[in-house]
C-alpha cells in the first residue's frame, strides 16, 4: 500500500537518511566549522554509513522498532560526537515507543516523533531556544501532535513535523547557542543555523521521502 | 581492592596521558584510558560507547568505578553507557563532574588510600586546579 | 594575530592531546604543547624549563601569551621561565589558574573569536567543567 | 687554608652533594614513593649528574657565586620534578647573596642560607609546619643565623646548619603535608619524612663534609 508506514518504509527512511546526509557530508561539516568542531557530517556520515552496512549484512530488522533499534546502537558506537548518544537515544526512545507494531498509525507517529525529542532533551538537557537540535525536534513533535490530532494521515503527520523541523533550524540561526560546544562561542555564535537542528531536519525530510516512495 | 577509574577524553593522547600520570602516585589503582574514537579505520577526537563501556568494566572491582570526562559530548556517551549496565553494576559507578587532568590525579590518590566510592569522588569533584 | 597558549603538562601526551582537541575549535591560534622533561635521554613524567621558555616564545604574537598547567610542579616551573623573562615579554604573559584541558579549550574558542589577552585568560579560569 | 671557603670549597660541595645524592638516590626514592610520586631520587641524580657533567666541560667558575649560579641554571633545566625550580631558585637566590666575593666570611654564610630559604618560599609559597623542604632550610637558616652572630667560623656556621637541617628534616615525620603532591595525601602524609626536606638535609651536610676536605 503506497505510504504505509511499515518495517520496509523504517528501511527506505534510514538508507535514504544515510544517503542525504552523504550528500550533505560538507555542508553540515561548514556549519561545525562555524560554531563547533567541523566535525558533525563526517560523525553522521560515519554512523550512518555503518547503519547501511548492518542493514546490508544483517538478518532484515522485522518491525520498524526492530530498525530504529539497530540504528541507535550503530548510531551510538560509532558516531563519535554529541550526536552519537543524542540521536541514539532519540532513535531508541522512539523505537521503544512502537512496541512491536508493524505498521504505524498517525497518533503513533506523533507520539514516536515526541518520544525521539524526550529521549534528545534527557540526554542533552537542553531547552527550546538553546540553538541545538531539540529547536527542530520540539516544533516537529508539536506539529506531528497537532496533525494527528486533526486527523492527518502519517505521511501528512511526517510531511508536518519535517516542515517543522526545517523551519525550527533555520530559525536557529539568530539564537545564541547554551549548549555543546558552541555556547563556547556565546554571542559569537549567532549568524549560524545549529548543524545538528539542520541534521534533524534531514532526517525528517528523509521519512517524508520514504513515505512517498512506497511500492505501490 | 580500590576504586577503579575511567578516563574519558576526546583525545586518546589526553586519556592515556591522564592515566600515565595518576598511575604515577597510585601503583594499585585500576585507572583506564578511554580517549578517542573507536570505530575499525583509526582513532579520531572523540569519544566511543564501547571504549568507555569497556573501561568500566575493566576498571569494575569491589569497590566500585569512578568515570571522569572532559568536554560535554563525553559526558553523554558516558551517560549513555550508564543506561545500558545492569543496575547492580550501575549502583556501583559515579559520573564526576570534575577538572579531568586534575580531578583523576586527586581521585587516584584517594583510590590509593583505600578510601570508599563516596570519598573518591568527592576527591574528584574537589580537585585543587593546580594544587 | 590572537592571544597564544602554551599547554604546560607533566605528560607530553597529555600537552599534545590538549592542543590536537583545543585546535579543533581555533584553528588560528598558535597553541604549543610543553610536556614531559626534556633531558637528553628520552622525556619522563615532568616539567621543562626549556620545554616551557620555548613554547612561550613560539606562541608570543602580537597579543601575547596564556600558559596553562597541570599540577603544582608545572606552576612553579612556568613561575620561574616566567622570571627569566624580558619585562616586556613578561608583562604580555598570564599563568592561568584553570583546569588544563577544559581552560585550554574555552581559552582557544575565545582566541580564535579575537578576544584580548585579559578575556581569554578569563575564559580558561571560568572554564565550566564538562561544559 | 683548610676550611676556608672559596670557590674550590664550592666546587667540592658541589661534586661531594651529587656524590651523596647518587648514594641516597634509592632511599629518596623510597620517600617520595611514599608520599609523592615516587621520582625525588632520580630527579636530583639527574640534575647533580648533569651538574658534574657542565662542572668537568665548562670553563670553571671564578666565584662561589659563579658556582652556585651554575649548579642553578643546571638543576632547573634538567630536574623536570618541584625540586628543580625550587633549589633552581634557591641556589640562584644564594648566589646572588654572594655578589661577587671569593672567600665567604660566617655572616655572609648565615645570609646565604638565608637567601635560599627565601628563594624556596618564594617559589613555592609553603610556611613552616607544611612539610616541605622548607622545614629543613628554615632551621637552618635560622641556626646559621645564631651560629654567625655568635662569632662562629664559616665551618661552625655550616655545621649548625646541617645540623638543624637534619633536625628539621625528621622533624617533619608526624606533619600532615599542605603543599606539594603529598598534600593530595592528606592524613595518609603522617608517618614518613619528606623527601625534600631529606635532600635539603643532604646537600648541607655535604656543604660541611667540603669545607672539612679543604686543601691544608
Ligand atoms: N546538550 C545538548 N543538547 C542537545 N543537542 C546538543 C547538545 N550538545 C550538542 N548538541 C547538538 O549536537 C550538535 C553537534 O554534533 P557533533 O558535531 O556530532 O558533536 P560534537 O559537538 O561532539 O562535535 C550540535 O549542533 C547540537 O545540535
Ligand atoms: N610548594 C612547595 N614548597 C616547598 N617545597 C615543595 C613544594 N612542593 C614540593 N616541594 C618539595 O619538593 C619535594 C618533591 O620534589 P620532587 O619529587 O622532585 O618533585 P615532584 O613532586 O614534582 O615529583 C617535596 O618533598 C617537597 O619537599
Ligand atoms: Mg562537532
Ligand atoms: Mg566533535
Ligand atoms: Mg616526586
Ligand atoms: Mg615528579
New interface residues.
Partial sequence: MAGSLDTAWALRWMRETARVIAVERAALIDLDRAI????HGE?LD?GFT?VLGKLDTEDAPATPAAVLKLVAMTL???????A???Y??AFLRAATSLGDAEEIEAAQLATMIAAARDGIVA??KAEPGDKTMVDAWTPAADAATTAAREGSTGAEVLAAAAEAARAGAVATEPLIAR???A???GE?SIGHQDPGAVSSALILEAAVDAAGDGAP | MSVGLVIVSHSEKIAVGVVELAAQMAPDVVIVAAGG?D?GDGV???????RVRAGIEEAMGDDGVVVLTD???AV??A??VLEFLEPEVRAAVRLAEAAIVEGAVAAAVQSQGGAPLEEVLRAAEGAVVSL
Fill in positions: 563547533g568542531d567541523a566535525d560523525n560515519r555503518a551510538m558506537s560509532t558516531v563519535g560526537g554529541a552519537g548518544p543524542l541514539g537515544t540526554r542533552g549548549k555543546g560546544r555556547s563556547y562561542l559569537r | 574514537t570505530d579520531r577526537i572523540g569519544t566511543s560507547f564501547e568536554l560535554g559530548s553523554m556517551t551517560e549513555t
